[in-house]
């Protein structure tokens, strides 16, 4: 699909999900942005940027990390998530944390800029994920660590069915390549060829749990990438998608509510190399 087509449909799709995010998958997330936020490693003081940063969940907890002396740019390529993130940091008083709607592949200010970069759950949904690689990688000094995490393969993804029964319905072109960065070396090449080096690769198997079956819907369908999709359902149709969905949960059913097996892949990593010299964006500079 044409880049910049997917990059619309990831825009207005993140701003109908945005609301209903945090509701859904805060607590779900959890342990992987521990990990991630583990893995960078931030000190007092420091720069992160924060690409794809959602709602601000990581954002925040990075801005925490680095104190009132560092500072955090989240960024995202909906609007509706990045009010959301400013509106959360407001109500904690955490004026180190700054907000700006931005494309993953975007410039993101002068080389250096950054003692880390981050990207959570989000390089997936990139149309051009090396592009994106490649500007957090100028975005850090050298030494510096740039730290991503995405889904596994599909087939140890537990709720990777809902594509299928979103697309049945509707062709939502949420993300052809969701699963591709989770399987086999797909992360790690893509890195090396962003110019990236000194991976350190992991992976994790986690849980996604549900207490009932409207928790693991509103996750699904309204929390999610589909959500732009699914909005477009009639009641009926709604209600046809929520039991094909429910169906593909059986197996991990466990009375009323659901645990999904998940699987995610970690990539960290020090940049040593020789940093370019970014042109800066208007407002995005520390």
């Known amino acids: 699909m044409e880049a910049r087509l997917q ?100 410039e993101l200010g002068t080389g250096g800029a950054f003692d880390a970069a981050l990207c959570s759950l989000g390089l997936m949904y990139v149309p051009e994920p090396e592009t994106a690689l490649r500007g957090m990688k100028r975005a850090v000094k050298p030494g510096g660590r740039v730290v991503g995490a995405v889904w596994g393969r599909r087939e140890r993804c537990g709720w990777a069915g809902i594509f299928e029964v979103v697309d049945a319905r509707v062709r939502s072109e949420v993300c052809p390549m969701f699963f591709q960065l989770g399987t086999g070396e797909a992360l790690r090449m893509t890195m090396e060829r962003a110019g990236l080096r000194e991976v350190r690769v992991e992976r994790i198997e986690t849980r996604l749990e549900y207490a009932n079956a409207d928790e693991a819907i509103g996750a699904a369908f309204l929390g999610g990438p589909v959500a732009m999709a699914y909005s477009r359902f009639d009641d009926e149709t709604r209600r046809e998608a929520h039991a094909e969905y429910l169906a593909t949960l059986e197996p991990y059913r466990e009375g009323e509510g659901y645990r999904v097996p998940g699987s995610l892949w970690w990539r960290g990593l020090r940049c040593k190399c020789v940093q370019a010299v970014a042109i800066p964006s208007p407002g995005l500079v520390f």
Do not use: H, N
């Not at 859904?24 to 936020?37: D, G, N, T």
């Open 7 to 106: 990059r619309r449909i990831q825009r207005y799709g993140w701003d109908r999900a945005a609301a209903d995010y945090e509701a859904f998958w805060s607590r779900q997330i959890a342990p992987a942005q521990e990990k991630l936020l583990e893995m960078a490693a931030l000190g007092e003081g420091e720069r992160v940027l924060d690409v794809a940063c959602g709602t601000g969940l990581v954002s925040l907890a990075a801005a925490g990390a680095v104190g009132e002396a560092g500072g955090v740019l989240g960024t995202d390529i909906s609007e509706a998530m990045v009010t959301e993130a400013r509106q959360r940091a407001a109500m904690r008083g955490l004026a180190q944390a700054r907000f700006e709607r931005v494309e993953a592949e975007a």
